[in-house]
């Protein structure tokens, strides 16, 4: 190697000063090496998120609470909502409407071995502002015109559900089914109009209806810590008929807890 050769002058041995200034870098190299896997493993080893895609196991069992955020769309038939206009031509179609919704839940889980987790979940979503979904229709039949509209509004539901997971290392994959309770308003309005004269044909309104309904879904939470984790779901929510308007609700949204 360069940085080993030695020359002789005069029948002594030197090594040449340049030479030793080449060696120098290779010097720090191999110090550098031996000391950065040593650096790195004492930094790893503060770090509190070390190991969170490992095979380790986790504990999953015991109380846990936490917050969503989330995007939800709710779709409303309103066939039946008018159908006693329907000999006059009116009739109004599925339609849908999205909004961010936020919400807690809180709940238990049960170890039942071989990595299976049965669970208990209670928890409420608020909308961002109240999801309004509407429809309207007109017809004509002679010198008469029929007018529909409809709408229904969804503020905030809530849910309590069975929870079944399979632990592996850090994540959680689940399956929920339950009951869901939802705090809905509605309004359905008919009229004809003959000759500049209206008339109300049909009114159907309620400012504070609470429907229940089903639910079920699927998500998956990912331990950060021994007892912080994030959340991703899907949750599909139908509720039952709301002023003759049928509507159901499907949300993605992610969050993030803390088990204890």
Not at 12 to 21: S, T
Request: glycine fraction near 14%; hydrophobic fraction near 40%; charged fraction near 15%.
């Amino acid at each position: 190697m360069p940085c080993l050769r030695s020359d002789l002058d005069g029948g002594a041995r030197r090594i040449r000063f340049r030479k030793l200034m080449a060696c120098w870098p290779v010097g720090l190299m191999l110090i550098a090496g031996t000391a950065a896997p040593a650096r790195a493993a004492d930094w790893l080893g503060d770090w509190p998120l070390r190991g969170t895609f490992s095979g380790a196991t986790t504990r999953w069992d015991g109380l846990y609470f936490g917050g969503t955020y989330g995007y939800a769309s709710m779709e409303a038939n309103f066939s039946d909502a008018v159908s006693s206009l329907s000999g006059y031509g009116i009739s109004l179609s599925n339609e849908t409407a999205r909004k961010t919704s936020y919400g807690g839940f809180v709940g238990y889980n049960f170890d039942w071995g071989d990595q299976l987790v049965l669970g208990l979940e209670g928890d409420y979503h608020q909308m961002a502002s109240d999801l309004i979904v509407s429809a309207s229709d007109v017809a004509t039949s002679g010198s008469t015109t029929y007018n529909a509209t409809s709408s229904v509004t969804l503020k905030g539901y809530g849910t309590i559900r069975g929870r079944v997971g399979y632990a592996v290392g850090k994540f959680l994959p689940y399956a929920q089914v339950g009951l869901a309770i939802g705090r809905l308003s509605y309004a359905t309005t008919g009229t004809s109009t003959t000759s500049g004269t209206t008339t109300s044909i049909l009114g159907n309104s309620n400012t504070d209806a609470w429907r229940a309904g089903v639910e079920a879904g699927v998500g998956v939470d990912v331990a950060l810590t021994s007892n912080i984790f994030l959340r991703g779901e899907y949750e599909y929510v139908a509720f039952g008929k709301t002023g003759s308007i049928l509507t159901s609700l499907n949300t993605v949204r992610a969050g993030l807890g803390v088990k204890f």
